[in-house]
């Protein structure tokens, strides 16, 4: 029988914003998302893009945490929070279902709002990217697989330097930010982004897509605008937070985020009794769409 333990105060804010979780991926870090959930109490949450991750999805690989992590956030819905999803290239099988509005949960392409006297436009990003569409499209599905072995690998070797007391790295930061190419491609992106933006008459402008955490501020002959994205829950672990007319970029920290049990829920039970069936089920739900 789990342990319960006392009901801990949950960080609360208006708006919390996550992107690229990659659901049913090995990269995915589904367990300090689920610790990261469980600790915040946003008024509105938007999912933008790549949350399930149906290019890659396998029947054998979905584990009970990524199907914890969908139950916490159908879970936020019911308990009155306003989810948007935002689809993305990842999971962008979900788009023939747009502008599909249950409840308090809204899938949809692109989410526009206005917040204290603010316009925002959200989404996910990947309508700039060359390599999410036709010939290119099969070639970064399979490169998908090697980010997935490089994961693994990345993973074992941090444990090893752990065990000797050294920090650890990330691989694919490491080539993501020693690569001109790349780094080019992500600040040609932010900037396409700003300057759309602020040609259609946001004040924000937030993406995910490329996994990398920012707020910025961009200027033109024609104005300026707040570039905001969400990172991802793969490598950075982050997201976006609102409160108070400030944003910033939250990053996760096991310390902070305790994987403490709310009163009255038994997860290793409840988990026990329930996984094979919803996972089964989910997985011939996703059978389905794909």
Known sequence: MCKQIKKMKKRQMEICILSDIHLGTYGCQAKKLLNY????????????????????????????????????????????VRVVYVTGNHDETLRKYSDLHLGNFLLTDKY?????????????????DSTTKGYAKLIAKLGGKGYDLLIIMNRLINSTLEFFGRDKMSFSKKVKNGVKQAVSWINNFESTAAELGIEDGYDYVVCG????????????????????????????????????????VYQYNENQDSSEIEE????????????????????????FFI
């Open 112 to 128: 526009i709002f206005k917040k204290d006297g603010k316009k925002y436009w959200v989404f996910h990003g990947d309508v700039f």
């Open 209 to 248: 897509h490329i996994h990398q955490p920012v707020i910025k501020t961009f200027h033109n002959g024609k104005g300026h605008i707040q570039y905001l994205n969400s990172g991802d829950w793969i490598e950075n672990l982050t997201s976006l937070e609102y409160n108070d007319g400030a944003w910033n």
């Open 37 to 80: 959930l469980k600790n915040i109490e946003p008024e509105m949450l938007i999912l933008n893009g790549d949350i399930i991750d149906i290019w890659n999805f396998k029947k054998s690989y979905f584990p009970p945490a990524h199907m914890e992590v969908l139950r916490r956030l159908f879970k936020m819905v019911e308990k009155g």
């Open 264 to 287: 009255g829920e038994n997860y290793e039970g409840e988990l026990a009794d329930r996984q094979v069936i919803d996972i089964n089920y989910f997985k011939q739900v996703v059978g």
